[in-house]
Structure formats: structure tokens, C-alpha cells
């Protein structure tokens, strides 16, 4: 079972940044963030994989920065020129897949997530 718990978040004016992190109890070959709205589904937003490739979602890129650190087990992402429509909740995910993906199924660990919430 690997363990994720998340922090960091916190409300920004837009154009701020934040940094989010995700302390994890093991390593797995894929990590990734996603994030929530309400009554809206989940989305992929970058993903990065043990050899430390990475993926962004289209909305986030050139933004968004994924990044670990694998001698203090801490998942980072750092959000600058954050956007009102970039509030949401914020989950750290883990899985085994070797390859990047934004499918939900192929991440068998979530953490609890953090609100951002951005201003205009």
C-alpha cells in the first residue's frame, strides 16, 4: 500500500502561484496530479514517471511544474500564472503503469486532496 498525503494548498489572486505537495510512503513507476470541481469530472493535469518524464495537460502547460523528490519521498507541483479556472481540489495520484496516462483506473492510490481556490 503505498501512502499519499497532500498539502499546500491555500487560496491566490489570480496570476499568484502555489506549491503543492504530496508526501508518498513508497515510490511507484507513475505519479500524477489531477483535480476536482464540483459537479464536474475529474481531469488529468501532469503526470511523471520514475525514469522522470512528464506529461502536462494542455491547460496547464508552460504553467505547471511536476517534480519529486525521491530521497525525501515528496511530490511536488508548482502552479504559477494561476487562473480562477484553475480552482479546485488537487489529488496526488500513484500507480504501477509504465507509460503516461491520465486514465483514473490506472492509479491504484489517491490521497485526500487540497482545495486552491484563485481569485480574479
Known amino acids: 500500500q503505498v501512502l499519499l498525503v497532500e498539502s499546500g494548498g491555500g487560496s491566490v489572486q489570480a496570476g499568484g502561484s502555489l506549491r503543492l505537495s504530496c508526501t508518498y510512503s513508497?515510490?511507484?513507476?507513475?505519479m500524477a496530479w489531477f483535480r476536482q470541481v464540483p459537479g464536474k469530472e475529474r481531469e488529468g493535469v501532469t503526470t511523471i514517471s520514475k525514469d522522470g518524464s512528464t506529461r502536462y495537460a494542455d491547460s496547464v502547460k508552460g504553467r505547471f511544474t511536476i517534480s519529486k523528490d525521491n530521497a525525501e519521498n515528496i511530490l511536488y507541483l508548482q502552479m504559477n500564472s494561476l487562473k480562477p479556472e484553475d480552482t479546485a481540489v488537487y489529488y496526488c495520484?500513484?500507480?504501477?503503469?509504465?507509460?503516461?496516462?491520465?486514465?483514473?483506473?490506472?492509479?491504484?492510490?489517491w490521497g485526500q486532496g487540497t482545495q486552491v481556490t484563485v481569485s480574479s
Open positions: 513508497r515510490n511507484t513507476s507513475l
Open positions: 495520484a500513484a500507480g504501477y503503469l509504465y507509460g503516461h496516462t491520465f486514465r483514473e483506473s490506472a492509479f491504484v492510490y
